[in-house]
Nanobody, 126 residues
Framework: QVQLVESGGGLVQAGGSLRLSCAAS???????????MGWFRQAPGKEREFVAA????????YYADSVKGRFVISRDNANFTMTLQMNSLKPEDTAVYYC????????????????WGQGTQVTVSS
């Protein structure tokens, strides 16, 4: 099973931007995923929630209402990477962000994903 590694988190002021990256690692037989990829986040004391997802080809994208118009998801299968461009960040966006590969039916549900990364912290100050 390929390993997923997130990077790009950090501390930013409200209204600022960050770009998160999810990379697939492995010496051979490496793929980002054979299906959709997604981003989820988990804030302190909260359950993991859906942020965005993208199909294998990148032709279909999905966003949570709370981030639509501010975040943009993309993937580069040739380079085994997926990105989440986050703009106009709000303090409510503060969370640990995880990337994952989908193997289930419901694209907005965490239980439909497997092979999770370790997460990267995003902190937005007011």
């Amino acid at each position: 099973q390929v390993q997923l590694v997130e990077s790009g988190g950090g501390l930013v002021q409200a209204g600022g931007s960050l770009r998160l990256s999810c990379a697939a690692s492995g010496a051979s037989g490496r793929t980002l995923s054979s299906g959709a990829m997604g981003w989820f986040r988990q804030a302190p004391g909260k359950e993991r929630e859906f942020v965005a997802a993208i199909s294998w080809s990148g032709s279909s994208t999905y966003y949570a209402d709370s981030v639509k118009g501010r975040f943009v998801i993309s993937r580069d299968n040739a380079n085994f990477t997926m990105t989440l461009q986050m703009n106009s960040l709000k303090p409510e966006d503060t969370a640990v962000y995880y990337c994952a590969a989908q193997n289930g039916v419901y694209i907005r549900t965490a239980q439909s994903y497997y092979n999770w990364g370790q997460g990267t912290q995003v902190t937005v100050s007011s």
